[in-house]
Antibody, heavy 120, light 107 residues
Framework: QVQLVESGGGLVKPGGSLRLSCAAS????????MAWIRQTPAKGLEWIAY????????HYPDSVKGRFTISRDNTRNSLYLQMNFLRAEDTAVYYC?????????????WGQGSLVTVSS | EIVLTQSPATLSLSPGERASLSCRAS??????LAWYQQKPGQAPRLLIY???NRATGIPARFSGSGSGTDFTLTISSLEPEDFAVYYC?????????FGQGTRLEIK
């Protein structure tokens, strides 16, 4: 069955960097767009990155643009999120999510989440 | 940015009752709205996509309706496992946005 497993979360100081990974299995990875979505008690669910199945189109919201980079390795069935210049407000549970097709649709599958804490 | 406003914030009902949850968009999003259910300690689960289509494996008691700016998630007869938080999400325009959630609690 479809599985998405995030890793790489942890405690990091403000201004620091962290790389999240999402290992996918149970489906043809390159056929599906992927996204990162984070959740905090204060702000709820926030979409933070999108990448098409082939990786030819990427989008970010303004809150992370220029600091976060989404990428994927279709040969390794893996999705990544490089997070730089981290701020306290980036503290959240980060989910990777899969779309139903290569470009558009809702989030049909989610990982279990990885906690990122930004604190000195 | 398209703002999604969910109401009510909390809904208190009993098993067997009918639940109606609202999601209103700040501008037209056509039918590009999804609904998710989230239980404590779990990731969100897709219930409804494109306003009215049930996702795979979702029971028929869940239904979605609406278009443009006003949308409704209806649970026809509440089961004990339905008490959770529900979120709407639009994919009409970037950035993708979510509503703030409706907590459905047992009365």
């Amino acid at each position: 069955q479809v599985q998405l497993v995030e890793s790489g979360g942890g405690l990091v100081k403000p201004g620091g960097s962290l790389r999240l990974s999402c290992a996918a299995s149970g489906f043809t990875f390159s056929d599906h767009f992927m996204a990162w979505i984070r959740q905090t008690p204060a702000k709820g669910l926030e979409w933070i990155a999108y990448i098409t199945g082939s990786g030819d189109e990427i989008h970010y919201p303004d809150s992370v643009k220029g600091r976060f980079t989404i990428s994927r390795d279709n040969t390794r069935n893996s999705l990544y999120l490089q997070m730089n210049f981290l701020r306290a407000e980036d503290t959240a549970v980060y989910y990777c999510a899969r779309g139903p097709g290569s470009r558009s649709g809702s989030y049909v599958s989610w990982g279990q989440g990885s906690l990122v804490t930004v604190s000195s | 940015e398209i703002v999604l406003t969910q109401s009510p914030a909390t809904l208190s009902l009993s098993p067997g009752e009918r639940a109606s949850l609202s999601c209103r968009a700040s501008q037209s999003i056509s039918g590009y709205l999804a609904w998710y259910q989230q239980k404590p300690g779990q990731a969100p689960r897709l219930l409804i996509y494109d306003a009215s289509n049930r996702a795979t494996g979702i029971p028929a008691r869940f239904s979605g309706s609406g278009s443009g700016t006003d949308f409704t998630l209806t649970i026809s007869s509440l089961e004990p496992e339905d008490f959770a938080v529900y979120y709407c999400q639009q994919r009409s325009d970037w950035p993708i946005t979510f509503g703030q959630g409706t907590r459905l609690e047992i009365k």
